[in-house]
């Protein structure tokens, strides 16, 4: 298996942040098949260990204009923004479509750098949903140890206070994790860089 750019943790640190997180504790819409759930605090420790693929799935536009965290070794974004955009009036956003290529760019990916169906992977989109439904996606491919980013990378929308509405509950960049608004080309969308 590829060796990831992370430190070396302790394989008792890496067991107590994978199961930091029980399912009953996570909002239907961020429960996966597999029931791998990690806060960014918890994938911050398990990134420590250099067996732990970490893909930022966001769309393009999310990685070019928030950044992305340091530790991220690869972008493959899940959905995509369609050349004829649609505005969502209802959610007060354009809507995102499924990126057809998912999961052959995500395939390729994990053969050329080592990453077999029981490997390690943290899947991290902006809050959580998104993570969900991809790390259910690779389940069905046979990826057996895939951890969904429960808060992802912007975190959930406060629910009262000053900042109501606003995402500033957790999340990576909330939690003061390592990120950069540049990208490495080994981080950038392998279909990018053709």
Same mark, same amino acid.
Request: hydrophobic letters at 40%; aromatic letters at 10%.
């Given at each position: 298996?590829?060796?990831?750019?992370?430190?070396?943790?302790?394989? &008792?640190l890496?067991?107590?942040?994978?199961?930091?997180?029980?399912?009953?504790?996570?909002?239907?819409?961020?429960?996966?098949?597999?029931?791998?759930?990690?806060? &960014?605090?918890? &994938?911050?420790?398990?990134?420590?260990?250099?067996?732990?693929?970490?893909?930022?799935?966001?769309?393009? %536009?999310? *990685?070019?204009?928030?950044?992305?965290?340091?530790?991220?070794?690869?972008?493959?974004?899940?959905?995509?923004?369609?050349?004829?955009?649609?505005f969502?009036?209802?959610?007060? *956003?354009?809507?995102?479509?499924?990126?057809?290529?998912f999961?052959?760019?995500?395939?390729?990916?994990?053969?050329?750098?080592? *990453?077999?169906?029981?490997?390690?992977?943290?899947?991290?989109?902006?809050?959580?949903s998104?993570? %969900?439904?991809? %790390?259910d996606?690779? %389940?069905?491919?046979?990826?057996? @140890?895939?951890?969904?980013?429960?808060?992802?990378?912007?975190?959930?929308? &406060?629910?009262?206070?000053?900042?109501?509405?606003?995402?500033?509950?957790?999340?990576?960049?909330?939690?003061?994790?390592?990120?950069?608004?540049? @990208?490495?080309?080994?981080? *950038?969308?392998?279909?990018?860089?053709?």
């Amino acid at each position: 298996m590829l060796k990831f750019s992370h430190g070396i943790l302790s394989v &008792a640190l890496i067991l107590s942040s994978a199961v930091g997180v029980q399912a009953n504790d996570i909002p239907k819409n961020k429960q996966t098949k597999l029931g791998l759930y990690l806060t &960014a605090a918890e &994938a911050g420790d398990m990134l420590a260990n250099e067996d732990v693929l970490f893909v930022d799935i966001r769309s393009r %536009a999310e *990685v070019a204009f928030l950044g992305l965290p340091k530790q991220v070794d690869v972008h493959i974004p899940y959905m995509v923004m369609p050349m004829m955009a649609a505005f969502n009036e209802e959610k007060g *956003v354009y809507d995102l479509e499924l990126n057809p290529d998912f999961p052959v760019d995500f395939k390729s990916y994990a053969e050329a750098h080592g *990453v077999s169906s029981d490997s390690r992977i943290i899947l991290m989109c902006r809050s959580g949903s998104r993570s %969900a439904r991809a %790390a259910d996606l690779l %389940a069905d491919m046979g990826y057996t @140890q895939v951890y969904s980013l429960i808060d992802g990378y912007e975190g959930d929308k &406060a629910k009262e206070g000053p900042g109501k509405g606003q995402r500033l509950v957790n999340g990576w960049r909330n939690a003061g994790l390592e990120w950069s608004y540049k @990208q490495t080309p080994q981080q *950038v969308y392998p279909a990018d860089l053709f």
